[in-house]
Structures are given as structure tokens and as C-alpha cells.
């Protein structure tokens, strides 16, 4: 079955930078998700960007995904101690069982 | 976190205990979903319901038992767990519509099996 893979496993840059973390999947989607979870805690939901669009923004956050290379990245600009969590994307499948798949989790790290 | 709220948040039980966990959904969903999260391993569905039937038994061990009374109410009961049952177990829901299926989490129960 699919699954998101994200890359880099693990972030660390100083508050004020940008972090960008990429995410793969094997097979058609309808959308793909992004949540953030901060430690032992549920997960948020961040942004979706459905399979026909290719950037997506909400706030700090910018999305782009690329079906053609099954890529989506998550760009978060002037990052803040508090964006300090682990970022997982989630691809909801094209035959429509409505599940998603998550990856392994993304860890940031902001240094104040 | 305030739309789907679970209880309890952390507990510790022995191999012969029985528990349950229970998820509370405040959003008026369709769905709820139970997951698995173990240290270094992706994200596990375990079950889901959708209008209270269960649609996915993701092959998990007949020890964890779903229970959905209603479509506000999800329970998972325990017996007879392993210590490697021990994990984060997260519940989410959902309303499924017009291709997207955005999910809603609770804050888990953190479950240490001795």
C-alpha cells in the first residue's frame, strides 16, 4: 500500500530560517495532507492540496505537489521556537477508501 | 484537540488486566478511526468506522476490540495485551465528503503494558 515517505528525518535550524521538508508516495491520490504533532500529542491537521492543484499556501505554510513525481514539500517560512514538532503528510488514496497513509514523521527542531 | 477528546490519557496495566480507552467526538463527523503510534514507525490504522459500521480491521489482533454505539462514541477495549501493545494510541474523526477526508485528533492515551 502507499505511504508517505518524508526527507529529512530530522531538522534543526535557528528560529527566523525557513524549513522545507519533502514527501513521497507509490500511487494516485485524491489529496495529500499535512499535520504537525508536538510531543506525545495528537496530530493537527496542518493543510491539504488536492491532487489537481500544485502549490498551496496558509499562513507560513506553502505546499507544492508534483503528482508527476509523486513529491510534495511543506515550506515553512521564519520558523518559531513553538514550530518545534514532528511534521507527517498523508496521501488519501485515488480508489477512495477514504484512509490515509501516513509517513514516519518529519522532527523540526527551532533554536530560539 | 477540544473536538475529539479522549480518556484516559495515560495508563499503565498488566497482561491479564481488561481496560478500555474512549474517544468523544464534538464535530458532528461521519467517521472515526483508531490508530497506533509506536516510537520510529509510521502511523498505524487499526480500525474504522464509518455511520457507526466498521468498514477497516487493519489485521489486528482480536486482543484490541472497537466498539461504536454511536457516531459520536468510539471505544477500544483491552485484554490480555503484550508489552509491545504498549504505544500511543490516537483516535481521530472525520467527515467524509466531496474527495476530502480531513481527520481531527485526539490527544491519545499513552497505554504502558507491564
Known amino acids: 500500500s502507499q505511504q508517505g515517505e518524508e526527507d529529512p528525518q530530522a531538522l534543526s535550524i535557528q528560529e527566523g530560517e525557513n524549513a522545507t521538508m519533502n514527501c513521497s508516495y507509490k500511487?494516485?491520490?485524491?489529496?495529500l495532507q499535512w499535520y504537525r504533532q508536538n510531543s506525545g500529542r495528537g496530530l493537527v491537521h496542518l493543510i491539504l492540496i488536492r491532487s489537481n492543484e500544485r502549490e498551496k499556501h496558509s499562513g507560513r505554510l506553502r505546499v507544492t505537489l508534483d503528482t508527476s513525481k509523486k513529491s510534495s514539500s511543506l515550506l515553512i517560512t521564519a520558523s518559531r521556537a513553538a514550530d518545534t514538532a514532528s511534521y507527517f503528510c498523508?496521501?488519501?488514496?485515488?480508489?477512495?477508501?477514504?484512509?490515509?497513509?501516513f509517513g514516519k514523521g518529519n522532527q523540526v527542531v527551532v533554536i530560539p | 484537540e477540544t473536538g475529539v477528546t479522549q480518556t484516559p490519557r495515560h495508563l499503565v496495566m498488566g497482561m491479564t488486566n481488561k481496560k478500555s480507552l474512549k474517544c468523544e467526538q464534538h464535530?458532528?463527523?461521519?467517521?472515526m478511526y483508531w490508530y497506533k503510534q509506536s516510537a520510529k514507525k509510521p502511523l498505524e490504522l487499526m480500525f474504522v468506522?464509518?455511520?457507526?459500521?466498521?468498514?477497516e480491521n487493519n489485521s489486528v489482533p482480536s486482543r484490541f476490540s472497537p466498539e461504536c454505539p454511536n457516531s459520536s462514541h468510539l471505544f477500544l477495549h483491552l485484554h490480555t495485551l503484550q508489552p509491545e501493545d504498549s504505544a500511543l494510541y490516537l483516535c481521530?474523526?472525520?467527515?467524509?465528503?466531496?474527495?476530502?477526508?480531513?481527520?481531527?485528533f485526539g490527544p491519545g492515551t499513552r497505554l504502558t503494558v507491564l
Open positions: 464535530l458532528g463527523h461521519n467517521a
Open positions: 468506522y464509518n455511520f457507526k459500521e466498521q468498514t
Open positions: 498523508a496521501t488519501d488514496a485515488a480508489y477512495g477508501n477514504n484512509r490515509l497513509a
Open positions: 481521530a474523526s472525520s467527515q467524509i465528503a466531496g474527495g476530502r477526508n480531513e481527520q481531527f
Open positions: 500511487t494516485s491520490i485524491n489529496n
